[in-house]
């Protein structure tokens, strides 16, 4: 665990070279995200969910609801790659997004619940793909080009990215 609050787990590091034990890790890593934003955020008051994680930063509601987001937006990411060839994928205002009243006001649980069902669907998406697919690419606005394994390592590292903002927010509050 890293001392900086924006960043507890580190940056994102890809690797030079792809492994399939790293892929596989990777995988395993996306599949562990729900429970570990659930158990983040597991007996928490209504106060305490809307308390920032650091300061100017979002609240754990708004957290946990961006998680929902963002991978639901790399689902069908990795869905267009797989289905078109280098496509070129749509961006979106994540800080607008978490300014909306589902986000800011809306159950914790429902973001939970649909992080949980859509990381069923994506997981084993995931583990039926070859490695060849891995390298299939998509071109992102403001990322280039990237492969469906820059995808994978960005997305591995988000979920334990956010779930840290909340866990390192509860043991500074002594939560």
Not at 9 to 24: D, H, N, S, Y
Not at 38 to 53: E, F, M, N, S, V
Not at 118 to 131: A, G, I, N, P, Q
Request: glycine share 4%.
């Amino acid at each position: 665990m890293s001392n900086d609050v924006r960043f507890p787990v580190g940056r994102i590091q890809r690797p030079a070279m792809m492994t399939p034990a790293l892929r596989q890790l990777l995988i395993d890593q996306i599949a562990e995200a729900p429970a570990l934003m659930r158990a983040a955020a597991d007996g928490l008051t209504a106060t305490q969910l809307d308390t920032p994680y650091r300061e100017e930063g979002w609240t754990v509601r708004q957290v946990v609801s961006h998680v929902s987001d963002s991978h639901i937006n790399a689902y069908i990411r990795f869905r267009w790659v797989l289905t078109e060839d280098e496509p070129v994928i749509k961006t979106y205002d994540q800080v607008a997004w978490a300014e909306l009243t589902d986000a800011r006001a809306g159950e914790v649980e429902v973001s939970l619940l649909l992080l949980e069902a859509l990381h069923k669907r994506w997981v084993t998406l995931l583990r039926s793909l070859e490695e060849e697919d891995f390298r299939r690419t998509l071109h992102h606005p403001e990322e280039g080009t990237m492969t469906l394994d820059d995808l994978l390592c960005t997305y591995a590292w988000h979920g334990r990215h956010h779930a840290a903002h909340i866990t390192a927010l509860r043991e500074r509050k002594g939560w």
